[in-house]
């Protein structure tokens, strides 16, 4: 079993950064791949950045060069630091774990979720 606590959101401004962090607790930390999650009102939930045990990355086209994931297991922490945030950033933002190998790039990969953090951001 594997809790997942995600922090960081809130309100930010376009242009602006927020780094959104997701402490892990529970089995080994470092035998998960990683991934952040969205879901915008009436919307599906969607995978913005993904990261495996090795730190390969995976990042949504629409927040390449953006948005960034990266993994402390030292610290059971996953990080994703958003950048040149746009309005359509906004979204609950969900901090997922996948004990499948690879990358998790869908939402039917993932065995835990944390309770998500909202991410608003203002024109």
């Known amino acids: 079993q594997v809790q997942l606590v995600e922090s960081g959101g809130g309100l930010g401004q376009a242009g602006g950064s927020l780094r959104l962090s997701c402490a892990a607790s529970g089995r080994s930390f470092s035998s998960y791949a990683m991934g952040w999650f969205r879901q915008a009102p009436g919307k599906e939930r969607e995978v913005v950045a993904a990261?495996?045990?090795?730190?390969?990355?995976h990042y949504a086209n629409s927040v390449k060069g953006r948005l960034t994931i990266s993994r402390d297991n030292g610290k059971n922490t996953v990080y994703l630091q958003m950048n040149s945030l746009k309005p359509e950033d906004t979204a609950v933002y969900y901090c997922a774990a996948s004990s499948s190998p690879g990358i998790v790039v869908s939402t039917t990969g993932v065995q835990y979720w944390g309770q998500g953090t909202q991410v608003t951001v203002s024109s």
């Open positions: 990261i495996s045990l090795s730190s390969n990355t």
